[in-house]
């Protein structure tokens, strides 16, 4: 986004606000950290996009590798020259500063697995390949990064959780309800905007070209699969909080994960309205003001600084 851009566009985005409404309890250093890498992950989409409409492979590919490589080293790319890598790497920094180098190795292997994802959608974009209803929801779950958001949110309760409660059924549960709310909603109201402009990864467009279904009858289904996640969520949360109480032991270490306990699935349960509230309020879906529905007026759409080698 270029400068002239960002001062008319991007407060109406509101990506702090998303970020407040579902980190809450956060300190402001952790705070800020996880706003500015939620802002470049919403620019790192915006550069997929824009790639993949002026063809620019190769462009791509080396982005990926340099993101691939930042996030294992991020002090070797801050001042680097293309900004979407710099950003990345000082987002990076900053949050692998609080919890340590095991959760920071976690971090990393799911964001690598988030970045290989979005190749396999850029490349199912460039060559127009739909993909299977049952194998979008699974890519969609890694290029929205999932686990990612929901590593974030140890850092926000300050504790690492322990592997045994992660991989907890009712946690895992709650986790995913809360994620693909997100990233269905998402789809619900990126819609109209992908669909003008021609994209095919969007579960509306999924179910529209393998399903048969109409444009009405897609948005209602999206909006279906966007509702059950409330009622998966809530049932998984009363489980959540079972296990807070169950963690409670009288120690020391059992009252701090407790507490990180609901601090987590207190924050899962923030995400729905804040997601939905944002996607009513910010810029970035108002596609009926857009003079083109297909070109968001907040991207830049000429020739890009980072397509030289």
Partial sequence: MPADKVERYADGLLYTDLVAGYYLGASDEVLSAISDFTAWFFAWDDRQDRDVVHGRESAWLRLCVRLQSALESPEEYMHHRDPLVAGFADSVSRIYGWLGPIWNARFARHFHRTIDACDQEFINRTTRTVPEPGAYLELRRLTFGHWIWTDLLELVARCELPDEVRKHGAFRQAALATQDFAAWYNDLCSLPKEY??????????????????????????VRRRAGR???????????????????????FRGAELSAALKSCVGNMRNWFSSVYWWHHESGRYRVDSWD????PPYVSDGPAAHEEG
């Fill in 229 to 251: 996640c409330v009622t998966e969520f809530l049932e998984a949360e009363r489980a959540v909080l079972l296990l807070a109480d169950e963690a409670a032991d009288g120690t």
């Fill in 292 to 295: 083109d529905p297909s070109t």
């Fill in 196 to 221: 003008a402009g021609g994209e095919i990864h969007n579960l509306g467009i999924v179910l529209i070209r393998h399903e048969g279904l109409s444009v009405e009858e897609a948005t209602a289904e």
